[in-house]
């Protein structure tokens, strides 16, 4: 039975909970009660959020793992059942962003992106799923995906593909738990938009000269420091909607179901993605005419 007041005892594994919407979550969950596991390649991080959290009188552990590195997220699950016996809740958050126009993305770049926000996601279903089906008790896996899952975006080609794959392994994953009649739930977190660095973070680690791009990263962090949801806060709205069952999580009700239904009338009428010069405007970002040439024949649909 789905009950609005789940997710009060018990263990949630968080990755890429050092910082943003996964540092929300695992602080939310625990003021709810939870054992929080603050999973992160920064160890320092996942230790600061982690000790934050204890001293508010909360219980938490940090981890420091790799997503990206089955063998190590396996250990950490083998670790967490052996010494909790189950996990009731496991969010997978850790990603990163990537800016630049898809043809100038560096190659080991987009192997990263995808390695990060793909397969980080498959290695923790793949790690977890098995050990919460012997454990026979009540659990939910939910992955997060973003809007730029349901819709694309000019120069985010890479993360726009991982967000969208990420969404496909959760549908998937949905009906393949539902063929065993296992009593795990599985549910997409889609964010709009939720204090973060994730653009300052990705222009910092993979820089690119393209004007436009930088631009629109700029717009957007800019934005998200402006009018972004405190992460906490997401995290309450969101951890109540994944209480009540929902497949579809979202952080803003309005904007994200907006999203859904302009891919769906974009696909039904079969029309080609929208003008990215109008996602500019929008953006006040004013688009030279010497960059017109850069970007005029790709789509984008905010």
């Not at 793992?65 to 009731?88: K, Y």
């Not at 995808?114 to 790690?127: R, Y």
């Not at 026979?136 to 969208?164: R, T």
């Not at 990420?166 to 795990?184: F, G, N, R, Y």
Request: negative net charge; glycine residues 6%.
């Amino acid at each position: 039975m789905v009950r609005s007041d789940r997710f009060g005892t018990g263990v949630a594994v968080v990755t890429g909970a050092a910082a943003g919407i996964g540092e929300g979550f695992v602080r939310h969950l625990a003021s709810r009660g939870m054992t929080v596991v603050v999973a992160d390649i920064d160890a320092r991080g996942a230790e600061r959020v982690a000790n934050d959290i204890r001293q508010d009188g909360h219980s938490a552990i940090a981890y420091t793992v790799d997503v990206t590195d089955f063998d190590a997220v396996d250990a950490m699950a083998q670790s967490l059942f052996n010494r909790h016996g189950a996990v009731e809740l496991l969010i997978n958050n850790a990603g990163i962003e990537t800016a630049g126009l898809t043809w100038e993305v560096d190659v080991e770049r987009w192997k990263r992106v995808m390695e990060i926000n793909v397969d980080g996601v498959f290695h923790a279903v793949k790690a977890f799923v098995p050990r919460m089906i012997e454990a026979k008790k009540p659990a939910c896996v939910a992955n997060v995906s973003s809007v730029g899952g349901i819709n694309s975006v000019a120069v985010q080609g890479p993360y726009i593909v991982s967000k969208f794959a990420v969404l496909a392994l959760t549908e998937s994953l949905h009906q393949d738990v539902s063929l065993i009649d296992a009593d795990i739930q599985v549910s997409v977190i889609v964010p709009h938009s939720v204090r973060s660095n994730i653009f300052h973070a990705a222009r910092s680690d993979a820089p690119t000269d393209n004007p436009v791009a930088n631009a629109v990263f700029d717009a957007m962090q800019r934005d998200n420091d402006r009018t972004g949801l405190d992460p906490v806060e997401a995290a309450a709205h969101m951890t109540d909607a994944l209480a009540k069952g929902e497949f579809w999580v979202f952080s803003h009700e309005d904007l994200c179901t907006q999203s859904l239904n302009r891919r769906a009338s974009q696909l039904t009428d079969r029309r080609p993605p929208s003008d990215p010069r109008a996602m500019l405007e929008r953006m006040g970002i004013e688009l030279r005419f010497d960059q017109i040439s850069a970007v005029h024949s790709m789509g984008a649909d905010t």
